[in-house]
């Protein structure tokens, strides 16, 4: 383990330099982000934030759905990251999966990773600000009367 949130970073990066489908979950925000590296002459590769799928076989029925034409993927790595968004830049992930389209002359995808990169952050922003003002949490004391 390479942190405290107990991800293997060294296993995540492994994954995103091999997989054909990376999914990265992200527990407080309740979003997933979703790459599918594969491509062709009629389509790029696909990059979106997502609700959380409840199984791997899920997550496979939709992106069938949204990408008919392409078979079931054979490699799929899925990790969740509990820490910051930002954290990703800070351990090399999100390096390694804006590398991965570099290296495959896919600048479109590369554009809609720092655009899901931006969505991420307002998702968070926006989740922190409710953690303050307290809405959809409990506190683990009340404020004497």
């Known amino acids: 383990m390479d942190n405290d ?7 995540a990066l492994k994954g995103i330099k091999t997989a054909e489908v990376v999914c990265i979950l992200f ?4 979003r997933s982000l979703v790459v599918d590296t594969r491509y ?3 389509e790029g590769p696909f990059v979106q934030v997502m609700t959380p799928a409840g199984s791997l076989e899920e997550r496979v029925k939709v992106l069938r759905q949204v990408r ?23 351990v090399g992930i999100w390096d390694r999966l804006v590398q991965r389209f570099i290296d495959a002359a ?6 809609a990773l720092e655009v899901v990169f ?4 307002t998702l968070e922003r926006q989740e922190l600000v409710r953690a303050i003002r307290g809405e ?5 004391w009340q ?3």
């Open 106 to 111: 896919q600048p479109e995808a590369v554009k």
């Open 5 to 11: 949130f107990g991800v293997d970073i060294a296993e």
């Open 143 to 145: 404020r004497g009367a």
């Open 136 to 140: 959809h949490y409990r506190a683990l």
């Open 27 to 30: 527990p407080l925000l309740a």
């Open 118 to 121: 931006n969505e991420l952050e």
């Open 68 to 90: 008919p034409h392409f078979p079931e993927p054979k490699k799929v790595t899925i990790f969740p990251w509990p820490g910051y968004v930002q954290g990703l830049c800070r």
């Open 40 to 42: 062709d002459q009629r």
